[in-house]
């Protein structure tokens, strides 16, 4: 459950106790060089995104992979300095039957 003074944007110097990487970039603050913002966001395919691209696959084509990125493990990555912050795997095949669970938005909980 997101609480109501959930942080979604950038912090701005707001001290933060929480953050929860999700499919969207995250306030943060940077354990390595401490700077604050929003992370960046590298994906990769997961095993929910595999299962998608091969249901209509039965059809002949498999069209659903790269437009499917909501459903690929994002990985959250410091502009600043450039290292890996956290990551948000999505294993589960049966996701791919859940839509409102396919874009997740990351936010922090102000401390």
Same mark, same amino acid.
């Given at each position: 459950?997101? +609480?109501?003074?959930?942080?979604? *944007?950038?912090?701005?110097?707001? +001290?933060?106790?929480?953050? #929860?990487?999700?499919?969207?970039? %995250? ?22 995104? %595999?299962? *998608?691209? #091969? #249901?209509?696959?039965?059809? *002949? ?17 410091? !502009?600043?300095? *450039?290292?890996?912050? %956290?990551?948000? /795997?999505?294993?589960? !095949? ?9 874009? /997740?938005?990351?936010? %922090?909980? +102000?401390?």
């Amino acid at each position: 459950m997101i +609480p109501p003074n959930a942080v979604y *944007g950038d912090p701005k110097g707001i +001290p933060l106790q929480q953050t #929860m990487f999700r499919d969207t970039p %995250a306030p943060f603050q940077c354990v390595y060089c401490g700077s604050s913002g929003l992370t960046t966001i590298r994906s990769k395919p997961s095993l929910a995104a %595999a299962v *998608g691209c #091969m #249901m209509p696959f039965m059809l *002949g084509v498999c069209f659903l992979c790269p437009s499917m990125d909501c459903l690929w493990h994002k990985y959250h990555y410091c !502009p600043s300095c *450039g290292q890996k912050v %956290a990551d948000f /795997e999505k294993s589960d !095949p049966c996701l791919v039957m859940d839509p409102p669970s396919w874009r /997740e938005p990351s936010f %922090a909980v +102000p401390a």
